[in-house]
């Protein structure tokens, strides 16, 4: 058997499409899997009004009343979260008391739990920083869910790695997995474990109860590391580290194939989508791969998928219809880097056409062939309620630095287009770019002030990420700091923080913030009533 296992620290709300999606792949090349969200077991074992006080019963008196409350309540909380009965303000008061808890929970463990996933208080740099942490024996907040199944001395587990924090308890479930059935074999996989290809062969050194790991996207070279697991394929695997015997092989790094797209389609088999907390039953879904830009100098996500391709839209709508028809979803979150606008508009034909009534939303960027309102109309009408693009910056010359390739005089307009449609309008901006000054980021943070047509916007401080073309022209030595994000001591981070923060207290944007920073998943905003959330939006 083959366990395909999403870690925990992800969103509660709906499954990671990372393991749906090799489930699916694995499926239509007639292999046998099972897959296991430990992110929702965890909260369905630990999220509840009796667990802290009754199996952490130290940690649980030295609280205060307010977290002593926010405990026993904690069943009311998540009731708000189930109902079909919207009331936006319930819903977002429940938000802040969900992460309310898991922080009291965390903090047990020394360790913070944000919006963004766990912070553990302590900077991360080295590969023997995260075996230290990982084998730590205080560090057992998860223990309650890393369980080897019982059955299966020549079973194969995949554990998808997708964010930094999730290693240690990686590397820490795979300890537990070959001391419980020694001739089983663990493979490491996902978007995190790729960014960190330099740093594999110290892993595999140095942390013995990993078998495998295997980078990038294409899950064709996970088949054939399953088959050479089983006896039946060469160790020359492209995209993979491997272990064969006391050696370690770490063969070609090549870049995306033309593979076969038409297999790259989800399956939730073996979840349980009543489990997940949301108001609308909601699932990801991908309609292409990778990013049909892939040249802003600042984003890494390029290097993830060495390449792009649209997958088979036919396959997709036949699932989507099936999900309807027989699951009954009623919301679909696109998490694609970015979609094409003929693609959208396929998209929303299609619901239109099918009579599929849900709600539904996406990232893209802004295009030219979204300035017909039409375009907007269109996606609204066939349950689009949420758009979001990367503006970065309100400056030409910095957009031209950063090679994002926009028209800000067409990202007026459709942003405008969407807004008056009736789709909430959502766009990211960052402040420190290398090439910026300080009147650069004023004219930006003036436009989000004064720009009506913006209903949600996030804003951060530039970082060189990990394997972005910035970094790698800067020649940072990645190899020495595993963190995906670095920053440089003089580029005034301090003070590009000030900036946000006083920002952030204008009287217009002070009550946007206090809501958002609410907010744990940006799903939500599907239903939310939009004149409570929204920085303009007004009925």
């Given at each position: 058997m083959i366990y395909l296992y999403t870690l925990p620290g992800v969103a509660f709300n709906a499954p990671n499409i990372s393991v749906p999606l090799i489930k699916g792949y694995l499926a239509q090349n007639n292999i046998l899997s099972k897959q296991i969200d430990l992110s929702i077991e965890f909260f369905k074992k630990c999220v509840n009004s009796n667990y802290i006080?009754?199996?952490?019963?130290?940690?649980?008196?030295?609280?205060?009343?307010?977290?002593?409350k926010i405990i026993k309540n904690i069943d009311k909380t998540i009731s708000i979260f189930k109902t079909n009965k919207i009331?936006?303000?319930?819903?977002?008061?429940?938000?802040?008391?969900?992460?309310?808890?898991l922080n009291i929970y965390s903090n047990c463990f020394n360790i913070n739990w944000t919006r963004k996933g766990l912070d553990f208080k302590l900077k991360i740099n080295t590969i023997d920083d995260v075996l230290e942490l990982a084998y730590k024996n205080k560090n057992n907040i998860f223990d309650?869910?890393?369980?080897?199944?019982?059955?299966?001395?020549n079973s194969i587990h995949y554990l998808s790695v997708q964010f930094p924090f999730q290693l240690p308890?990686?590397?820490?479930?795979?300890?537990?997995?070959?001391?419980?059935?020694?001739?089983?074999?663990v493979i490491f996989g996902g978007d995190y474990v790729t960014h960190?290809?330099?740093?594999?062969?110290?892993?595999?050194?140095?942390?013995?109860?990993?078998?495998?790991?295997?980078?990038?996207?294409?899950?064709?070279?996970?088949?054939?590391?399953?088959?050479?697991?089983?006896?039946?394929?060469?160790?020359?695997?492209?995209?993979?580290?491997?272990?064969k015997n006391n050696e370690i092989i770490k063969n070609k790094i090549v870049n995306c194939t033309k593979y076969k797209k038409d297999l790259y389609l989800p399956s939730f088999d073996d979840l349980n989508l009543e489990d997940y907390i949301s108001n609308l039953k909601l699932i990801p879904l991908t309609l292409n791969y990778g990013c049909y830009h892939s040249k802003c100098n600042f984003c890494s996500r390029y290097f993830y998928y060495k390449g792009y391709e649209k997958y088979d839209l036919d396959k997709i709508f036949m699932l989507i219809k099936k999900m309807y028809q027989e699951h009954g979803i009623e919301a679909i979150y696109f998490v694609d880097e970015c979609v094409p606008p003929e693609i959208l508009i396929k998209?929303?034909?299609?619901?239109?056409?099918?009579?599929?009534?849900?709600?539904?939303?996406?990232?893209?960027?802004?295009?030219?062939?979204l300035s017909d309102d039409k375009v907007a109309n269109l996606l609204y009408k066939s349950g689009c309620r949420e758009i979001s693009f990367g503006i970065e910056s309100y400056n030409?010359?910095?957009?031209?630095?950063?090679?994002?390739?926009?028209?800000?005089?067409?990202?007026?307009?459709?942003?405008?287009?969407?807004?008056?449609?009736?789709v909430s309008v959502s766009a990211t901006f960052m402040i420190g770019y290398p090439t910026e000054n300080i009147f650069n980021i004023i004219r930006t943070l003036k436009f989000i002030k004064n720009f009506k047509y913006i209903d949600t916007f996030g804003l951060g401080i530039f970082s060189y990420m990990r394997n972005s073309k910035i970094v790698n022209d800067s020649k940072l030595n990645e190899e020495l700091d595993l963190n995906l994000i670095y920053r440089k001591n003089n580029d005034n981070y301090n003070l590009y923080n000030k900036l946000i923060e006083k920002f952030n207290n204008l009287k217009k944007i002070k009550k946007f913030s206090i809501i958002r920073n609410k907010i744990l998943y940006r799903s939500e905003y599907l239903f939310l009533d939009r004149n409570i959330y929204s920085l303009n939006y007004k009925k």
């Open positions: 006080n009754k199996k952490m019963k130290n940690n649980y008196m030295m609280l205060d009343k307010k977290d002593k009331n936006s303000k319930k819903i977002i008061a429940a938000n802040e008391d969900l992460l309310k808890y309650n869910i890393l369980i080897p199944p019982k059955e299966g001395q308890y990686a590397i820490r479930f795979a300890k537990k997995i070959k001391n419980s059935n020694p001739k089983s074999k960190i290809v330099k740093n594999s062969d110290e892993l595999m050194s140095k942390c013995n109860y990993i078998d495998g790991i295997i980078f990038f996207g294409e899950h064709k070279h996970l088949i054939e590391l399953i088959d050479y697991f089983n006896g039946n394929y060469t160790v020359n695997i492209p995209n993979t580290i491997i272990r998209v929303a034909q299609f619901l239109l056409d099918n009579n599929i009534k849900i709600k539904w939303m996406v990232e893209t960027r802004i295009d030219s062939k030409k010359k910095i957009l031209k630095d950063m090679n994002k390739q926009i028209d800000l005089k067409v990202a007026k307009k459709v942003m405008k287009n969407f807004y008056e449609a009736g």
